[in-house]
């Protein structure tokens, strides 16, 4: 049974008094012990997902369509079972650590917060604590509890947002980014760790991450996200192997290579487009070199390829040209 | 400007952290910095040395990359060279000029923040919640340049249109931008006063790869059109073969290696830079724990 059902899930959220459209169309699924790699463009609508399986969106936001976790309704969910499903079913691990974790409360009185809430004696939640940052790479535990966020390093803090997810034992983890701020070596040793939770306990990961190479290493499937949609859902084994969708191709043609150097990078043409500026046709049409008349007038749906899904009209046309090479050569004709 | 007075010089910067004692003061474990201090006194006052005798230059023009592990002292050397923090020991050198820890005026503050600019790791808390992202613009603006009210609009334009953001975005609250969108706030903000430096403390780590390419394009265009000099703090490899001439590789508070990036890159000397070489994720890459020593720590390399 899927731990996460995501149907048909939009939101809006108020700018200047009107509500504006942020996430339009977002349908996923994960199974227990499964990772579901998130990437896809900076506003595309990746925290805002994560964020509303937790229902935790900005003040007057609206959300159409459903989130169910282990099959109920986390919309319909009142105060006290979204209490209960908040401490301990799903766990978020935030974007930025430097804003979610209070300045003037030391490290260790952070990590023990939902642990203490939910009941467990002081000393014994400090204690689980301290052992967690031991495995995410922290030394020196015992003094780092006793210090205050900002005597951390980033990436330390970020392991600290690391551990005090992970002590809830939740089912269910929305990890945003969560090895931006840290070194390979470091980020190599959280995915182990997490990786063991999934495998021992059956922990269910929402991965987003702009790193396409540690997705296609440590997920089961990545799901590609454009302006509010979600346009391509493959198994990470086929990254490599022939993604279907233009913007999926992009990504992968702009990657900088750290074996070699290149004389420009490429980058995907265009301006990027905010979920609310999205007419009648694909969003991804302005920027798309393969992109038709069909394309600009008429929405795709995300429909079943093979083993994929993907929102493109083009897509069994286009198999097999999008390649990195094909899309630089496309775009600079 | 002179033409061979380094934009940038530290000489045998060092830093020292007070820490709140109890906790074990041996310390060097899998990560982070030394402790000094006296073990068996445990309430003795504790210094972490968070940065210890590092020195680099950075020549006018040239792009230099600081990687290493995390809590290994890289954006507290970044902190000491902008002014944010005052070194315990070392000295640092803007465009020929040894930086003083004296109070200072609007004026050498001013005429500092053209020197050198700093876009943060976390942009969130470098952003004025209350001010849009327009006016955050406007105001680095007027105060370093006297200019026009158009000539001040039509940069903003600019600036906003470099780094990827739109009309929109420009006139609401750092709040109700995506974390990518933020960051690119804060590098168009540093780039506005038109600094000789820029330091970048993982500035494109939140952006995807389609938006950091073109920012990394970007940098890559203002350095050759005005000279300016970049510090490229990044654990991205990838990125960093990209921006930079020279590395350095940091662990635990001191410089593990330093050299040209192609060279470190393609026959990295230190096990520790070895080390991350092989933890990059790529094709068939799996992650290992590196409590488990792996393969990649190959015993010939140990004698280098
Ligand atoms: N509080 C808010 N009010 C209004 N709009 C918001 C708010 N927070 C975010 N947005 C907008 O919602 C869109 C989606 O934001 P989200 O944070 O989900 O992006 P993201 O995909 O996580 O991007 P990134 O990779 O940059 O973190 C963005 O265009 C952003 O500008
Ligand atoms: N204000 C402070 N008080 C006490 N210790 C501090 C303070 N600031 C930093 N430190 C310590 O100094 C060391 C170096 O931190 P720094 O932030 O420079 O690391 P970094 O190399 O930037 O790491 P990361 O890659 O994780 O950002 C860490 O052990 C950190 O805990
Ligand atoms: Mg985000
Ligand atoms: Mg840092």
Redesign the interface.
Known sequence: MSVLDLEHLAVDLPVEGRLRRVIHDVTLSIAQGEAVGVVGESGAGKSMTSRAVLRLLPHGATVEGEVRFEGRSVMAMDRTALRDYRLSDVAMIFQDPRAHINPVRTVGDFLVEALVERGDAKADALRVVTALLGVVGISDPQRRVKQYPHELSGGMLQRVMIASALAIEPKLLLADEPTTALDVTTQSDVMVSLDTQRRERGLAMLFVTHDLELAAAVCDRIAVMYAGFLVEDIPASQLHRGVQHPYTAGLLASRPSPTVRERRLFAIAGRPLSAYEVGDGCGFASRCAFANDRCRSERPALRVVGASRVACHRSEELSGQLSSHNIREATHD | MTENVPALEVIGLRKE?R??????TT??????SA?LGHPSKRRAPTSLVAVDDVSFTVAQGRSLAV?????SGK?TVARMIVGLERPTGGQVVVGGRQRSWNQMGSRERRRRAREVQIVF??P??SLDPRMTIRACLDEVLRLHFDWPSERIDARIEELL?QV?L?R??AD?LP???????RQ?VAIARALASEPRVLICD?AV??????????V??LL?DIREATGVSYLFIS?????V??VSDDIVVMRRGQMVESGPT?QI?TQPGDPYTQ???A?????G???????DSGPEQTPSTESS
């Open positions: 952290y820490v709140r004692g109890a906790g074990s310390a060097v474990a899998s990560s982070g402790l990687v290493g592990e995390s809590g954006t790791q976390d969130y808390s249109d990827g739109d929109r975005q609401g709040r109700s931008l995506s974390g990518g969108q690119r993982e780590a939140s952006l995807d790869v389609s938006i950091q390419a073109q990394l394009n890559s654990h991205d490899l990838a990125v073969r990209q192609e890159l080390r991350l070489l933890a990059i994720p790529r094709p890459w799996h992650p290992t724990s590196s409590h």
